[in-house]
């Protein structure tokens, strides 16, 4: 399953759209984060070991609980390590369960979305915004996570 994932993000990073640059390079990111989130389920399942998630305004962080029960930021998965923005403009919005979560300029110390080993995940709802385009990522309490894509008029 995992190699299927990885396959997953290797091919969005190799689509190209004849669109907008700023549109695929939106759709891109959004696509390789909801396969990194999937990735990132089936780990923690595999793994019987919880997965978190957490947003600066230039990009996005995994976590694991580490010594003395703490969040820890992966470092040593080349797949799940720091990521940043391709472009500075993306603007981020994140709801969990309901509630608007502060993105701040630093890293926060503790996720915002978890992934558990049971299979179920935090209700979230992460929107990417460029221009007047955007790329919104859900998933429900058991772990479904999709991507749209919508234009604004």
């Known amino acids: 399953m995992v190699v299927i994932v990885i396959a997953g993000i290797m091919i969005t990073m190799a689509v190209i759209s004849i669109s907008d640059p700023s549109v695929s390079k939106l759709e891109r990111e959004g696509r390789r984060l909801q396969a990194l989130m999937r990735m990132s389920q089936e780990e923690a399942i595999m793994q019987s070991r919880e997965i978190g998630l957490a947003f600066n305004k230039r990009g996005y962080q995994f ?91």
């Open 63 to 153: 976590y694991e609980v580490g010594k003395e029960d703490k969040w820890q930021a992966i470092t040593a998965d080349e797949e799940l390590r720091l990521r940043e923005f391709p472009e500075e403009d993306i603007k981020i919005t994140l709801y969990t369960d309901g509630e608007e979560v502060t993105i701040e300029d630093k890293m926060p110390e503790n996720p915002s979305i978890f992934f558990f080993s049971s299979g179920e995940s935090t209700p979230f709802e992460l929107a990417l915004r460029l221009g007047d385009y955007q790329q919104i990522i859900t998933a429900d309490a058991f772990g479904d996570v999709k991507l749209a894509t919508i234009t604004e008029q």
